[in-house]
């Protein structure tokens, strides 16, 4: 975007504030703490020396950023950390009045309050030290040969560690309405197979840090030759990365459904016992498999072949240590601390151990906990709310489907079906999961998490042959988030992203419809990005799209990837266009639909401006402070090499530089920073 100089942007900034407002800038601070809780927005974080047309991130939440400081047990800070926090204080309150009490044997009680003690149990765990691995180390150190390590890993499947093969069970994307086993990529220590392929002087400092932290655990766990170890494993790993695909790459769809028989899985990668492999994994039984990325299963048949047993030992010890090491006596949590939490993403110091706690009861018993989370702390108005809302935008985005220019009547067809056929859900499962499966000893913590991953593992094995279940949710009712599934063709908004800034049944809509209304549209989006929108309104993938209307469609998709790739957050590192495009597509046309929606929904209503804001100002500030936050620079360069989602900064800038409606809203003009020429910008849906 035009960077303007100095003096035209101080003239810009006088005219921007005059502009956004019916009153004089000084008379935008007076907002007593009623007009805050109606309007929906603190002033306080707004910083008015940034003219709004300049760059609307810093206009709404620039004072946030410069008087907001990231925890220490922190990576980065935000509205959704903020929520998540609090999320986290509730559990954490619950859980400990639990605990302090007895409870029935194998009661939902007796599970959440005996997890918790057996993490906080430190003396004991400090005590047994590696003891509780003794057996998975002797079994890794039994293996003499290649089918017997295709067995192990068959065996590993349930616990999610030194698995460079990992296979799952879940919804047949051609054929929706039943399960498939599916088989993807994995087995790595870093977050993704660029940090082993990159040659920049970071991403070398990173690998070899990370060949310390190997020999660290190694020596901890008083093997010999620790800096041997840390080199085979090093070298294996990058083996594996050299040869997966990127994550780019596994976002196509197409791409990655593959259905192979078992016999054409053999064909495909020779040298892998493949039937003792699924026989070991409980999946002896299965004919077929979609198989994600192909060329690296036959590499990876090729690789475990010609590498000697003993260094895929070597291999497989270290990653169950480091699976484990958080779990252990002190120095293997420190070890895997100063790692992953400092040198990875930039945390000064380590979350409280009640912190850590709550949280390994919130991922093994999460349900459980969501269940006793919402009878405490979800508010039934909210669901009510939230269904207006959502019939709100699924109206203006049948009518959005109907303007659009670009796409011919046939597929608008096919466009419409789809969006009839959305499903919702809010606020928390109709049907709760049970957990009938699982024992908890408040003296076996290792014990404990190995049972829990055998539990979650034998619920997805026994999806084979049973109708799908569509009651079942992805995320607890106490996560702060969202999501769509393309399978189920559903969105789902747990309770816990029913709060302020995201949702405040006091304020009023402008603020709800640019905030919570954004992220239904975005959601709504998500079954019509460039990936969702190959699925069909009963999930099943298939093109019903026109040649035409698809040559459209990627004309505008890819002057989405040429904005993002533009956007530098750090060094010389920039977005990622391809790997955020479905995001991105979905920030934006989430929020055209939300914008929609909300001038509906206010249409035969008086106008009212707060603060000295229209309801279209309010509505983008919404938007935006939905989506303050600050990175620390680890953790930055980490969301950007790895994460489809931009920064928040540019989930801001780059969606609101694109959409007319922004523009009239705060008379944006050439020459300013959020503007783009009407040529370049994007317009989907």
Known sequence: MTKLSALALGVALALGIAGCSSQPASEQTQLTQADSQRAGFELNNFDKSVAPQQDF?????????GNTEIPADKARWGSFDELRENAEKQVLEIIQ????????????????????????????????????????????????????LAVLWGELQRYRYGTPIAVFVGQDQRQSDQYITGASQGGLGLPDRDYY???????????????????????????????????????????????????????????????????????????????????????????????RQPSYFTDFAKLQAQLPVSQWQTYLKFHLLRANAANLSEPFVQASFDFYGKTLSGLQEQRSREKRAVSLVDSNLGFMVGKEYVARHFKPEAKARMDEMIENLRVAFKEAINELEWMSEATKVEAQAKLAKFNTKIGYPDVWRDYDCLTIDANDLIGNLRR?????????????????????WGMTPQT??????????????????LQPPFFNVDADDAVNYGAIGGVIGHEFTHGFDDQGRRSDGDGNLRDWWTPEDER?????????????????????????????????????????????????????????????????????IGWAQVWRIKFRDEALRQQVITGPHSPGMYRVLGVLSNMPEFYEAFDVKEGDGMYRSEDVRVKIW
């Open 197 to 291: 392929l990159k040659d920049d002087e970071r991403s070398l400092q990173l690998l070899g840090q990370y060949r310390d932290f190997i020999a660290k655990l190694w020596q901890l766990a008083g093997w010999e030759q620790p800096e041997q170890a840390a080199e085979q494993v090093i070298a294996l790993e990058t083996q594996l990365a050299k040869v997966q695909w990127s994550r780019i790459q596994n976002r196509d769809r197409n791409a990655t459904y593959n259905k192979l028989s078992v016999a054409e899985l053999g064909k495909l990668a020779p040298g892998f016992d493949w039937p003792a492999f699924l026989q070991a994994a409980e999946l002896g039984q299965v004919q077929e498999l979609v198989i």
């Open 452 to 472: 829990s991953s055998e539990c979650e593992y034998q619920r997805m094995v026994n999806r084979l042959g049973q109708p799908v279940n569509r009651d079942e």
């Open 57 to 65: 991130f810093r206009f709404v939440n620039g004072n946030w950023l």
């Open 552 to 620: 459209q469609f990627r004309e505008r998709a890819q002057r989405m990837i040429d904005q993002y790739n533009a956007f530098n957050p750090i060094d010389n590192l920039h977005l990622q266009g391809a790997l955020g495009l479905g995001e991105n597509i979905a920030d934006l046309g989430g929020l055209t639909v939300a914008f929609r929606a909300y001038q509906n929904a206010i249409k035969d209503q008086p106008r009212q401006t707060i603060a000295g804001f229209t309801p279209e100002q309010r509505f983008f």
């Open 480 to 497: 702060v988030n969202a999501y769509y599934s393309s399978t189920m063709n559903e969105i789902v908004f747990p309770a816990a992203i």
């Open 97 to 148: 009045e639990l605990a302090a009490t007895e409870h029935p044997k194998n009661s939902d009680a007796q599970k959440m309050a005996d997890l918790y003690k057996s993490f906080l149990n430190e003396p004991l765990i400090n005590t047994l030290g590696l003891n509780p691995l003794r057996g998975d180390i002797a079994r890794i150190e039994q293996v003499r040969n290649h089918q017997q």
